[in-house]
């Protein structure tokens, strides 16, 4: 399989009348599962690993999921470490009978390879190539950042 085409990946489904929260639009919950998902098969084609997730940040949802949408989660590496990925989720949904779909949730989630035994294992490198794929390394190193500053101060709450 070329580089490129284990870089990224699309789930593709309907929202189903068993994912429907009690405001009758599909459940955060739910959608929050897809993503993990999406996550999950992004970096085990990525690594050919079994991985975990260490990290889900910046959960946004922009719209509702109707019952009966098409839903399409989009799951790319945006940076890798040693052994770790760093992955980002886009979920868009719309009526099945138009082509157009709206975004609806994003987030980042960060994966680890490991082996039968839980230790982390060492992955391929992921190179950006493209313009955006630079832009999205960038924000990666940005949120990485971020991310040190949440955590010093969260650990006085820990």
Known sequence: ??????????????????????????HGGAVMKWIDQAGFTCAANWSGQYCVTVYVGGIRFYKPISIGDLVEISAS?????????????????????????????????????????????????????????????AYAHRLMDLRKTIEDEMKPYL
Request: charged share 20%.
């Open 1 to 26: 399989m070329e580089e490129n085409s284990r870089h990224t990946i699309t789930l593709r489904f309907l929202a189903e009348p068993s994912d429907v929260n009690f405001g009758g639009k599909v």
């Open 77 to 137: 590496i945006i940076y890798t470490g040693t052994t770790s990925m760093h992955i980002s989720i886009h979920v868009h949904a719309g009526s099945p009978k138009q082509q157009a779909k709206e975004k609806t949730t994003h987030c980042i989630m960060v994966f680890a390879a490991i082996d039968e035994h839980g230790k982390t294992v060492p992955i391929p490198k992921w190179i950006p190539k493209t313009g955006h794929d630079k832009n999205m390394e």
